[in-house]
């Protein structure tokens, strides 16, 4: 299998793709094919249909398979791999932690389109707009809702196992360190299991060997 990813640095999406598989010990290789270059536009070419990153090729059939989306890819793996615990075992917090990845997925318009992923930089000055904020409100009710109803045995949103709800909400984590977003009490616990995940921490470490600057999501201020 191989996880064809965007930069680290950038690429939030990419730090999802890459938690549905290294917590859970699956084995793959990846390729990073840095964003709107001529490379990426060679990867769309030649990973027909795929457009986005990550996206999965699983060679070994007939013609390589090409799953292009997270949640795809997501319960790809869950079927190749039932007792990895991708997903929570008990129905209840397994529908639930869909939910948060759907919402995820859908979701958080406003977080995501002007606070983006920057895993190099780190803003003192930064200050929502309304409209993050009540992203980041919402964020913070659900990280509370998952961890007050299963959350119990663990410091995870569904208790002691990592799932991918945790790899779903990876980045957002990484975005509160950038721009300089401290939650108070259990949500702050929550950031710092999240950004010392040994995955996180080697994605993390990785990119630190990129040089690619994307402008579009460095800001202009401190
Ligand atoms: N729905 C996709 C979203 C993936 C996505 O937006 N990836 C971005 C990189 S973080 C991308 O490939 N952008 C290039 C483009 O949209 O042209 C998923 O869940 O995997």
Redesign the pocket.
């Known amino acids: 299998m191989q996880l064809i990813l ?1 930069n680290k640095v ?5 730090l ?2 890459w938690l549905l598989f290294k917590p859970f010990g699956i084995a793959f290789d990846q390729q990073v094919v840095p ?2 270059t001529d490379d ?1 536009e060679a990867f769309r070419t030649n990973t027909f249909p795929a ?5 999965l090729v699983v060679s070994g059939g007939e013609t390589p398979l090409v799953i ?6 997501a319960e790809f793996l869950h079927e190749q791999h039932p007792d990895a615990g991708i997903w929570p075992k008990d129905p209840a917090a397994r529908a639930a932690a869909r939910s948060l990845c759907a919402e995820m ?1 859908s979701g958080f318009q406003a977080l995501r389109s002007t606070m983006p ?1 920057n895993l190099r930089r780190r803003y003192s000055t930064f200050q929502p707009s309304e409209d993050a904020a009540a992203d980041i409100e919402r964020v913070y009710t659900l990280w509370r809702w998952a961890r007050d109803n299963w959350g119990d045995g663990g410091p995870y949103l569904f208790g002691e196992q990592f799932t991918a709800a945790d790899a779903f909400f990876a980045p957002v984590a990484a975005r509160f360190r950038t721009y300089g977003v401290v939650p108070d009490g259990k949500p702050a616990a929550y950031v710092d299991t999240l950004l010392s995940h040994p995955s996180t921490v080697a994605f993390n470490r990785d990119s630190e060997k990129e040089v690619w600057v994307m402008d579009h999501n460095e800001l202009e201020i401190d």
């Open positions: 965007g950038y690429s939030s999406w990419s999802r793709g964003l709107y990426f457009r986005q990153v990550p996206t292009w989306d997270s949640l795809s890819i997925h992923m």
